[in-house]
Nanobody, 115 residues
Framework: VQLQASGGGLVHPGGSLRLSCDVS????????MAWYRQAPGKEREWVAR???????DYLDSVKGRFTISRDNAKNTLYLRMDNLKPDDTAVYYCKLTIAHNLDYWGKGTQVTVSS
């Protein structure tokens, strides 16, 4: 199983990005998926998750600005990020949960929010 995150970059405060996570080797349709991020000098933190039924949940600081979604046909997870803030600067990682204590991670994509 491989996860490839992409779509990161440098954006001004208030800008938008859409991250993608392409999954190969396993169909994602019945699996939980999530985005995490790790800022410099900080621990990795959970950002958003999406269940197989489409239900979503978000870190409080990104609610109303970030939207997680999935395209099961394309086997891809997305994170739309609007109104980005400097505190959103981090490496963003996608995670696929196969079973209890069995997760796969992508390598991450850098998001930098700066003027």
């Amino acid at each position: 199983v491989q996860l490839q995150a992409s779509g990161g970059g440098l954006v001004h405060p208030g800008g938008s990005l859409r991250l993608s996570c392409d999954v190969s080797g396993r169909r994602i349709g019945t699996k939980h998926m999530a985005w995490y991020r790790q800022a410099p000098g900080k621990e990795r933190e959970w950002v958003a998750r999406i269940l197989p039924n489409g239900a979503t949940d978000y870190l409080d600081s990104v609610k109303g600005r970030f939207t997680i979604s999935r395209d099961n046909a394309k086997n891809t997870l997305y994170l739309r990020m609007d109104n980005l803030k400097p505190d959103d600067t981090a490496v963003y990682y996608c995670k696929l949960t196969i079973a209890h204590n069995l997760d796969y991670w992508g390598k991450g994509t850098q998001v930098t929010v700066s003027s």
